[in-house]
């Protein structure tokens, strides 16, 4: 079994600055692409930042140049660095990855439990 666990979340002040981790641990062959989602109250998920195992990365249009996702392949760990923090980015984020649990077997889409990042004066 595989198992996500995000930590990095909390209350920040508008400007301020969080780093999300999401440590993958289990029976863990290769992860490919990692990614971050956000869910606000009354909202659909949205991605917000994804890395592939080569390290190319996508980012929603509203966090370009503030977020900066990456990933610590030895270590099984993504993170995501957030900067410039805004009220709207407040929301419980999301880790995603799919991972292989061996050579042979096609990878499986795995979700962390969530972490609340709330950006407020």
């Known amino acids: 079994q595989v198992q996500l666990v995000e930590s990095g979340g909390g209350l920040v002040q508008p400007g301020g600055s969080l780093r999300l981790s999401c440590a993958a641990s289990?029976?863990?062959?290769?992860?490919?692409?990692m990614g971050w989602y956000r869910q606000a109250p009354g909202k659909q998920r949205e991605l917000v930042a994804s890395?592939?195992?080569?390290?190319?990365?996508t980012y929603e249009d509203s966090v370009k140049g503030r977020f900066t996702i990456s990933r610590d392949n030895a270590k099984k760990t993504g993170y995501l660095q957030m900067n410039s923090l805004k009220p709207e980015d407040t929301a419980v984020y999301y880790c995603?990855?799919?991972?292989?649990?061996?050579?042979?077997?096609?990878?499986?889409?795995?979700w962390g439990q969530g972490t609340q990042v709330t950006v407020s004066s």
């Open positions: 995603n990855a799919d991972v292989k649990t061996s050579y042979y077997r096609t990878a499986n889409n795995y």
């Open positions: 289990g029976s863990i062959f290769s992860i490919n692409a």
């Open positions: 890395i592939t195992s080569g390290g190319s990365t």
